[in-house]
């Protein structure tokens, strides 16, 4: 089955937060479905050019964070940086890319952050994967749908710590925001890519 905008040459493959902070067991912030997700995730690094890393930092304490996000790590201060264990905002190492790019960020969106912004070439296609589907992917989709680029999510590859809120996310993308949000199953968009 073909994507609905059609071939995908040249898209950037971005990776959201595939960090051992959401896939390793035991941690507050523990995706459950996180390890079904690398091998699809793997397969579109293969066939990608351009692989672009995101990692979300946490700061020291809430007073660091800006604004609202104080409020959010007094709720979550378990994962602020000194709680976490080492390692921890460390992408998990069976996705580990010495080419690919890193780019930390401290928001849900990627887009937020400058060096993000400056890793994805205006109006590039971007194919995105990784966790959490209702959060970090919906806020990094919405930011690049408004700046133009042509988005493809890839379904099965996006999980999340809330089954519900996954479901809800991917329901609201192909529901209402299907002219700019492609949502396909990696074997189609390894498809595309190749064409």
Known sequence: MSLPHGPLRGAHLIVVDMQRLFVDPGGPWHCPD?????PPIAALMAASEHTVFTRFIT??????AVGAWQHYYHRWRDVL????????TDVVRALEAPEA???????YGAFEAPA??????PHAPLVVCGVETDVCVLATVFSAVDRGHRVVVAA???????RDGHDAALLIMARRFDPQIELAPTADILAA???
């Open 81 to 88: 940086a000194p709680a976490l264990p080492a390692g921890a």
């Open 34 to 38: 996180a390890d079904a997700i690398i």
């Open 156 to 162: 099965d590859a996006v999980a999340s710590s809330d």
């Open 116 to 121: 993000f912004e400056a890793a994805v070439p």
């Open 59 to 64: 700061p020291t304490a809430p007073e660091d």
């Open 101 to 107: 790019q890193y780019v930390d960020k401290t928001t």
């Open 193 to 195: 890519m190749a064409h």
